[in-house]
T-cell receptor
Framework: AQKITQTQPGMFVQEKEAVTLDCTYDTSDQSYGLFWYKQPSSGEMIFLIYQGSYDEQNATEGRYSLNFQKARKSANLVISASQLGDSAMYFCAMRPYNTDKLIFGTGTRLQVFP | DGGITQSPKYLFRKEGQNVTLSCEQNLNHDAMYWYRQDPGQGLRLIYYSQIVNDFQKGDIAEGYSVSREKKESFPLTVTSAQKNPTAFYLC???????????????FGSGTQLSVL
């Protein structure tokens, strides 16, 4: 079965510090993509970063980086220099390339404090 | 600006009533999706459509129905058969994911459905 696990229901981080949000996945497929989305309190889902299973380099997008460890099946999101506006729910998702559906984890609520 | 519009933002349903959630996109995307979000359960796929006049059931389709008569529109009807409809509903669209590997989903701002 394909599954995404986010074990941290909530995380706190002080402004300007870095934080890592954990994500592990389970799939027997060799080809897949991993995604992170941010959901502010307003409700919309905002795409943050993508990692392909064959990508050798960890993906980076501005203050976001994805720590991809294929053997461990983990795809942790690292947010550097946290800002108050980073407070939101964060979802990890996966799509095996032979499907057209995105599978989501249960999310982690991040709160950034001054 | 291109994007996905969901309406209404809040919707209330009476017992035994069907309600329809609207989703419109002007991104010229082939595929559209409906997800349900409950607290602590992440997003679960209800229905999706890869082309006009065709759609497939997701993981939790029971009690829901959809139509795809136009490329831009993918309305979701929550029927009276859905016994626990209170949730946040998100519509999304993308290009046909079967043709690419790294394409992401674009989401609307959601509809909160509550039962009176």
């Amino acid at each position: 079965a394909q599954k995404i696990t986010q074990t941290q229901p909530g995380m706190f981080v002080q402004e300007k510090e870095a934080v890592t949000l954990d994500c592990t996945y389970d799939t027997s497929d060799q080809s897949y993509g991993l995604f992170w989305y941010k959901q502010p309190s307003s409700g919309e889902m905002i795409f943050l970063i993508y990692q392909g299973s064959y990508d050798e380099q960890n993906a980076t997008e501005g203050r976001y980086s994805l720590n991809f460890q294929k053997a461990r099946k983990s795809a942790n999101l690292v947010i550097s220099a946290s800002q108050l506006g980073d407070s939101a729910m964060y979802f990890c998702a996966m799509r095996p390339y032979n499907t057209d559906k995105l599978i989501f984890g249960t999310g982690t609520r991040l709160q950034v404090f001054p | 600006d291109g994007g996905i519009t969901q309406s209404p933002k809040y919707l209330f349903r009476k017992e035994g009533q069907n309600v329809t959630l609207s989703c419109e996109q002007n991104l010229n995307h082939d595929a559209m999706y409906w997800y349900r979000q409950d607290p602590g359960q992440g997003l679960r796929l209800i229905y999706y459509s890869q082309i006009v006049n065709d759609f497939q059931k997701g993981d939790i389709a029971e009690g829901y129905s959809v139509s795809r008569e136009k490329k831009e529109s993918f309305p979701l009807t929550v029927t009276s058969a859905q016994k626990n409809p209170t949730a946040f509903y998100l519509c999304a669209s993308s290009i046909d994911l079967r043709r690419t590997t790294n394409e992401k989903l674009f989401f609307g701002s959601g509809t909160q459905l509550s039962v009176l």
